[in-house]
């Protein structure tokens, strides 16, 4: 059997990113990778304004609090003022620029009206005071985001923050979808005897989806090897990368591995991991033309097939988008419940925070139980043949980082 890091380390090793690159505007570029280090060819804030609605002035002119000074100018944002005249103050708006020669700004809430219509300064101003300096967010020049970042809301803005309107990302990785299975029934269709229902479709569909992969729903296949190989051939043509459910068992039940062993390569691993010990990966098709895709088996077991998917595509996929992070980071926090089976595999066990803070382990950890995968908002990984109680530190790791 391999261990988790065994089994990782050849998918990675076996991820080629996407070459292709395409310029995509602002607006749809949510969960792509961005290609190339962005490059600010502006200064932000462009200029020296103000962080507050008040006055501005010059430090000197206020030696002490209680000091009139006429208003010599209004700035809202958007308008650029002209030098402060010593002796005098500004009106002034957040985001305005500052006038030339004010070097602090008064918070209006500190300012009282003169009869004459000039401003009290209630309180000392000190250089800098309630100022944004030019440049200090970004510096024309440098680099905001890194070749290989994923972009989500914050990094979206911060390409608008410097006027970029589209960004370079790698094309989107085309990945095809098969379940297996003769007892599979389709949501909406009345469940025959011995049927159950296909979750994983729906939810590996999902999990793909969110990661910014462009699915191929290529349905289920009977199982027959005949049908297998055929859905295998069509799923190779126009993608990247086949991920099946499902047969991959040793049963004879189990076609996908005779069928990708028939249409290209395959390596079956066993992982010394709970839940889902069976992955398989090669691929389909003559290698390199562009009918052969790359192949990822995950177990049937709804909650395997789910945890692998986290484990192991998850990684493999992003970095096969060219990102430049692909393994989430566990975090040390104090068990809630007592885990006293020692098993002879590492252990993902699902688990969530409580409102103190320490974690919980959902009661039934049965590798068909995706319940605990709702329930649950992360794993607790558990080295083989451990167990822990309450209290003790355990290695958790958070859907947030691996959805
Ligand atoms: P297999 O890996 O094909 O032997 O399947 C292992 C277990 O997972 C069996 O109980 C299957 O019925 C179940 N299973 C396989 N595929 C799915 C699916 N798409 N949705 C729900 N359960 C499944
Ligand atoms: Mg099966």
Redesign the pocket.
């Known amino acids: 059997m391999l261990s988790y890091e065994e089994a990782l380390d050849h998918l990675l090793a076996a991820a080629m990113p996407v070459a292709e690159v395409e310029l995509i505007p602002l607006a749809d570029l949510r969960g792509r990778i961005l290609a190339e280090a962005l490059v600010s060819t502006e200064t932000v804030p462009p200029l020296d304004n103000s962080a507050m609605d008040g006055y501005a002035v010059r430090c000197v002119d206020v030696p002490q609090a209680g000091v009139a000074l006429p208003v010599a100018q209004r700035i809202p944002a958007g308008s650029v003022g002209h030098a402060l005249a010593a002796g005098t103050a500004a009106r002034i708006f957040t985001g305005a620029p500052l006038p030339r020669g004010a070097d602090a700004v008064v918070m209006q809430e500190f300012c009282a009206h003169g009869p004459d219509g000039s401003v009290i300064v209630n309180c000392l101003p000190k250089p800098n005071m309630n100022i944004r300096r030019a440049g200090e967010d970004i510096a024309a020049g440098a680099a905001v985001l890194s070749a290989g970042t994923r972009l989500g809301a914050a990094e979206i803005g911060l390409a608008a923050s410097i006027g970029a309107a589209r960004l370079p990302v790698r094309r989107r990785l085309r990945v095809a979808l098969l379940?297996?299975?003769d007892?599979?029934a389709e949501p909406g269709q009345p469940l025959p005897p011995g049927g159950?229902y296909?979750?994983?479709?729906y939810f590996l569909r999902a999990l793909l989806e969110s990661l910014g992969c462009a699915v191929t729903d290529a349905g289920h296949v009977p199982d027959s090897l005949a049908e297998t190989r055929r859905a295998l051939r069509a799923a190779a043509e126009c993608n990247d990368l086949i991920v099946t459910?499902?047969?991959?068992?040793v049963?004879e039940e189990?076609h996908v591995k005779p069928a990708v062993e028939a249409e290209g390569e395959l390596s079956l691993w066993k992982i010394a991991i709970k839940p889902g010990k069976p992955l398989a990966f090669g691929k389909v098709g003559a290698g390199g033309t562009a009918s052969s895709a790359a192949f990822i088996g995950l177990?049937?077991?709804?909650v395997s097939c789910f945890v692998t998917f986290l484990l192991f595509l998850r990684p493999y996929l992003l970095k096969r988008m060219g990102a430049r992070t692909t393994l989430p980071v566990a975090r040390t926090l104090v068990a809630a419940s007592d885990w006293t089976k020692a098993e002879d595999r590492r252990n993902f066990l699902r688990a969530r925070i409580a409102a103190d803070g320490r974690v919980e382990l959902y009661p039934n950890q049965g590798s068909?139980v995706l319940t605990s995968c709702v329930w649950a908002d992360g794993l607790v990984d558990t080295p083989a043949r451990q167990t822990f109680r309450a209290g003790d530190p355990v290695r958790y790791l958070s859907f947030t980082d691996l959805l």
Do not use: A, H, K, Q
């Open positions: 379940s297996t299975g007892e599979l159950i296909n979750s994983n479709r459910s499902g047969g991959v068992s049963g189990d177990p049937g077991n709804p068909g």
